[in-house]
């Protein structure tokens, strides 16, 4: 008999994806979003604590179906929500970057949205949670 009490998902331990030039896509997200890339073997990537999230921020786990519109029309099937301070400075930072922002914007309760296409083509999602300045 197992223990049900055991074996839970906690949490997101992290978003892996392909990329044509890991680096190139690394260093972009680093001078653009803030991200502090480090060189992991062959691959890419940063990490991020629970500690450093806004109070009112969390991870969403979330199925869509196969023909959603919400990951944008490139065919991909994922899309990375990335937590941010201000949406604003951020569309603005991605946008000098060469990143074709998204002129769509939502406004709810549990904070603003933006959305952006990155130097790979893939559509990104950006969250203010409510009380980010």
Do not use: C
Not at 49 to 57: L, R
Not at 78 to 83: K, T
């Amino acid at each position: 008999m197992s223990d049900t009490s055991k074996g839970h998902v906690l949490g997101v331990g992290g978003v892996f994806f392909r990329s044509k030039d890991p680096g190139s896509l690394g260093s972009w997200y680093q001078e653009h979003l803030g991200f502090q890339v480090e060189e992991w073997g062959d691959t890419r990537g940063t990490s991020f604590s629970p500690e450093d999230m806004p109070a009112n921020a969390f991870t969403v786990w979330s199925a869509f179906a196969s023909k959603t519109e919400y990951f944008g029309t490139s065919g991909q099937s994922y899309m990375i929500n990335l937590v941010v301070d201000d949406l604003d400075q951020a569309l603005e930072n991605v946008a000098a970057g060469g990143a074709q922002v998204l002129e769509e914007r939502e406004e709810h309760d549990f904070g603003r949205f933006g959305w952006f296409v990155d130097p790979d083509g893939n559509r990104v999602e950006l969250w203010e949670p409510p009380g980010g300045d």
